[in-house]
């Protein structure tokens, strides 16, 4: 017998009006933080959900024409937990994608976000052929999806690719990475676009930039010093470069939904940003710039462009040259690119100045605008400590992000795609 492991989230719609309410001592608490949670407690709309990424979960990592992703070889290389593991097997979701869709139904689970592998759809990407069992694998979890009453939330690119593509032309630090992209985009609104209704182009590129192209921790391992001593690398700029492929190949693809597929499918589009909370070390202005700063280079980096066309102000006066530019025409296109913005949120953390006062090394850079971040203030830690290292129960954080988004956007609907709790390791 298999046991599965689904990572369980909430997915709000957001609207204007309070998210929290005023307890009786005139605290604002969270509406759900009561010992007993029933569903009505929430408003019509708001929809559970659970969400997965196909690395995690689905295994048969070279069945039915699969190719070999990035995470495969960098898994079969360095291993990915304590004692070397892989995706090769993982929830065998592949196999037991019914069972797993009958667990979230016996749940009341009313969304299921899941990501596409696209080793398994486009093997060799876009030279290659359209693989046909990997179409017909995401067609039977659609379809049966539905017929539980499940909404399916479907993420186009979770930082996952064939491996050839890092071999022919060093994926994401090439332009040509966005034909990829796009092309992959194509063949998934063809194929389930008269089903699904909610696309996320990637998510959380940001994360594929950091760990990826600055402390190299994350296929394709690239880094230099201070940040990591990777074989390969430039952690001062290639970030910033894979980053700026990621952000167009998502605008074009957005583009590509809203000229020829939105208006026949009906469905919207978005992308899923990190949405964690940088609080002010001190009431001092250098903690609260560094605050903002910190909010511009994590999830700013990302949705301005996707919103207002073009990189935060903050990003362009600290990188200067090394932040590569948009043209006039890229910035028309990315220009509100999306119709709803997917918010993964799991912490709040202090952040502090780094111009004017001491950080580690990898904090005190451009690249990562001088802000360094803590989890404790004058002996009191911001919330209790979770199995993340730099990640702390903050509930208060949820209210704070979803507000900042709110007003720095023009109140786009957002979605909470990703949000829960990592339990410590506990030693028997």
Not at 321 to 346: A, C, Q, R, V, W
Request: charged residues 20%; hydrophobic residues 35%; aromatic residues 12%.
């Amino acid at each position: 017998m298999k046991t599965t492991t689904i990572s369980f989230f909430f997915f709000l719609i957001y609207a204007p009006g309070p998210l929290l309410e005023a307890s009786n001592n005139g605290e604002r608490g969270l509406l759900f933080e009561e010992s007993l949670i029933k569903r009505a407690d929430f408003p019509s709309g708001f929809l559970f959900g659970a969400t997965t990424s196909a690395y995690q979960v689905e295994g048969a990592y070279l069945e039915d024409g699969k190719s070999l992703s990035t995470w495969d070889v960098y898994c079969h290389s360095l291993g990915c937990g304590e004692n070397g593991d892989n995706g090769d097997i993982a929830d065998d979701h592949y196999h037991m994608f019914l069972e797993d869709i009958e667990l979230m139904h016996s749940l009341g689970i009313q969304a299921y976000r899941f990501s596409i592998s696209w080793a398994r759809i486009l093997p060799r990407g876009r030279l290659g052929e359209v693989n046909p069992a990997g179409i017909m694998f995401y067609n039977k979890i659609i379809d049966n999806l539905i017929l539980k009453g499940i909404e399916p939330f479907v993420t186009i690119y979770h930082a996952d690719y064939p491996r050839e593509l890092e071999d022919r032309y060093y994926s994401w630090l090439n332009p040509e990475m966005q034909e990829e992209l796009l092309y992959l985009a194509e063949i998934c609104f063809k194929s389930f676009g008269d089903r699904v209704k909610y696309w996320l182009t990637m998510n959380e590129p940001e994360i594929v930039a950091k760990y990826g192209y600055e402390i190299g921790l994350n296929p394709p391992s690239r880094c230099s010093e201070p940040f990591g001593n990777c074989l390969h690398g430039n952690s001062d700029v290639e970030p910033l470069v894979a980053m700026h492929n990621m952000i167009l190949a998502h605008g074009r693809a957005a583009k590509l939904y809203h000229e020829y597929f939105q208006p026949k499918q009906g469905g919207s589009i978005g992308v899923t940003v990190t949405g964690n909370m940088y609080e002010p070390l001190t009431d001092t202005e250098l903690d609260h710039q560094a605050a903002k700063r910190a909010f511009a280079f994590h999830t700013g980096w990302l949705l301005d462009p996707s919103i207002i066309g073009d990189y935060p102000e903050e990003m362009k006066e600290y990188l200067g040259s090394d932040l590569p530019s948009f043209s006039l025409d890229e910035k028309n296109f990315m220009k509100n690119s999306i119709d709803f913005i997917g918010i993964n949120h799991y912490s709040a953390v202090y952040a502090k100045d780094c111009t004017n006062s001491s950080c580690l090394v990898t904090e005190n850079r451009a690249i990562e605008g001088f802000v360094g971040t803590v989890g404790e203030r004058d002996g009191v830690l911001i919330g209790e400590l979770t199995g993340m290292e730099g990640s702390y129960v903050v509930p208060r954080g949820m209210e704070e992000i979803v507000n900042l988004i709110k007003v720095r956007y023009n109140n786009t609907p957002m979605f909470i795609t990703e949000n829960g709790y990592s339990s410590p390791d506990v030693q028997e």
